[in-house]
């Protein structure tokens, strides 16, 4: 398993996101999601607190609340019928 490598880390977010401007607004909520995701969901800590941190810093970027991970879950969890409810 190759060790996560924190500095880098910081260091790449860090481009991301002075470039986040440059990116279709599509992908970037798929992205966010995604950290969403590991950030709640990862088995190991430090890559769990990482991807945690970077869409505590998506979703500030974009004005929004955070989902809690029940909200999370609820909402992947959720028929299709509830999830398209959920949406109007």
């Not at 998506?58 to 879950?73: C, G, N, R, Y």
Request: hydrophobic share 40%.
């Amino acid at each position: 398993m190759v060790p996560f490598d924190a500095e880098n880390w910081d260091h790449t977010t860090a481009d991301f996101l002075r470039g986040f401007d440059h990116y279709p607004l599509h992908w970037l909520l798929h992205f966010l999601h995604a950290c969403e995701i590991v950030g709640y969901k990862h088995p190991d800590d430090e890559i769990r607190d990482a991807f945690s941190h970077l869409y505590g810093r998506l979703v500030k970027k974009f004005h929004l609340t955070p989902e809690t991970e029940a909200e999370l879950d609820a909402r992947l969890n959720a028929s299709e019928r509830a999830f398209a409810l959920a949406q109007l």
